[in-house]
């Protein structure tokens, strides 16, 4: 094969060796009765068919207002845009299923959050723990049982095929002694990553020293923080609340945790700590680490020496080694941008299986005949540097959640993944019928 160079001056010659893909970005929701339920201890059966009853009826009522609510004779709801499709597939709970689907798009490793969009919530939480919630009448001795318990259920599955998924365990972060004890037994049990929430008001802020217990442990243990979606977002019911949400997810994401790790000196106390942002689009990167530079360079001037004893290093050098950016259905100018600024080191590609706004589109094609997937890494990586583009899709990941490339390379012959090649040998330049949403985006977080 002729070898080419790009613009930059790189070579782009990669032949025909299958890719190894990682998404940094998957939802998996197990059933609450049917796959759940096995692991609630006894003494807790009455309570959680109590919680599963109360979530039936409330699922009962939604469809009897659906039913009687009628949208110009549609009675399924307004078009938005949205393609509903990928609720039927298993693989929202079906680990064998969830592996033939990612096999066909070729994805070789994925990292696995909660929440599917199949409406099955965690054991036991209430919905004062969404968004912004202040955690008010959540019973927290209630949900620390079904945290674990989703744990047991999530460690179970991961053990099919566990060099392919970095199950991120959910742990009582409200509870730091307990949260460090559900730690150890999660990474025992096989889970490599964990669910870094956004800071919340029922528990401590990360930049408070009584996390270093906690940061010692994920160290020792090689737990890396997987944090997706920021600190949510206010607006609520009111006019353009959604707009809203949108708005200051999108910013808060870019930021935080990540400056309170940095500020509070955690990742100066903890240098072998790992922070994955997930779902975080935009070219926003340098932008952020410069404002975090200016902060620090003025604060450390103007509050005395204690400031740059805790925080000896510009906040941009921590980032550069400890953070990456999950970077859910990237766009092409996002992976340009990194590229010719120089932080595709620190970039994972996210497919968001199976939501409906990722690239996985069950039983869609693309316009040459592919998975839907495959035309989305075509739009986005075509014509651009091979090493750049490897980075990006799979070796970064390797780093971040210290996984096994070797095995992980077997995995993407066996699966026939995409090569570098076969992103360059088809076009596409425009967001295909059936694809999702946000997989084709050519102008901003949203469009």
């Known amino acids: 094969m002729t070898a080419t160079v790009s613009e930059t001056g790189t070579d782009t010659s990669a032949g025909a060796t299958p890719l190894v893909i990682v998404s940094c970005d998957t939802h998996i929701g197990p059933r609450l009765v049917e796959d759940l339920r096995p692991y609630c201890p006894k003494d807790l059966l009455e309570e959680f068919d109590a919680y599963a009853a ?16 009628s949208f110009g004779g549609n009675t399924t709801g307004p078009d938005w845009g949205v393609r509903f499709a990928n609720l039927q597939t298993p693989g929202h709970f079906d680990m064998h299923e969830r592996m033939r689907d990612l096999d066909s798009d070729g994805v070789a490793a994925e990292v696995m959050f909660h929440d599917s ?55 009582p972060m409200w509870d730091i002694d307990a949260a460090i004890a559900e730690l150890e037994w999660a990474r025992s049990a096989g889970l490599k990553g964990m669910n870094f929430p956004a800071p919340r008001a029922y528990f401590e802020p990360y930049n408070n020293p009584v996390w270093d217990p906690f940061f010692s442990v994920c160290e020792d243990l090689g737990v890396t923080l997987a944090n997706h979606g920021g600190a949510g977002a206010s607006g609520g019911s009111f006019p353009g609340g959604m707009s809203i949400a949108k708005f200051e997810i999108s910013m808060m994401t870019r930021i935080c945790p990540m400056d309170q790790l940095i ?7 903890h240098p072998k700590l790992r922070l994955v942002s997930t779902e975080s689009p935009g070219v926003w990167w340098q932008f952020v680490l410069k404002e975090m530079d200016s902060i620090y360079l003025t604060d450390t001037h103007s509050y005395g020496p204690k400031e740059k004893e805790r925080v000896p290093r510009l906040p941009s050098e921590y ?29 994972i590609w996210g497919s968001d299986y199976p939501h409906f706004e990722g690239t996985y589109q069950k039983d869609a094609v693309g316009p040459n005949g592919e998975p839907m997937t495959w035309a989305s890494l ?19 990941a390797l780093n971040a959640y210290d996984l096994d490339g070797t095995a992980l390379a077997k995995v993407a012959a066996r699966i026939n993944a995409p090569t570098y090649d076969d992103l360059n040998s088809a076009a596409v330049t425009e967001r295909p019928k059936d694809s999702g949403h946000l997989a084709f985006r050519t102008f901003g977080f949203w469009h």
Not at 378 to 396: H, I, S, W
Request: charged share 25%; proline share 3%.
């Open 117 to 171: 969009q199949n409406g099955e919530p965690m054991p036991f939480q209430s919905d004062t723990l969404l968004m912004r919630g202040t955690g008010e009448g959540q019973d927290f001795e209630l949900l620390k049982a079904g945290r674990h318990m989703y744990n047991q259920w999530l460690a179970d599955v991961c053990s099919i095929e566990p060099e392919r998924h970095i199950g991120l365990m959910h742990l």
């Open 263 to 269: 500020f509070g000196g955690v990742f100066e106390r």
């Open 378 to 396: 075509r739009f986005t990586y075509a014509g651009l540097p091979a090493g750049e583009v490897t980075n990006m899709l799979g070796q970064n």
């Open 54 to 69: 109360a979530l039936q009826a409330k699922r009962a009522a939604a469809a009897a207002q659906r039913e009687t609510v």
């Open 319 to 347: 980032a550069g080694e400890q953070v990456w950016i999950g970077a859910s259905f990237q766009s092409r100018f996002e992976a340009e941008d990194a590229i010719e600024k120089g932080y595709d080191d620190r970039v």
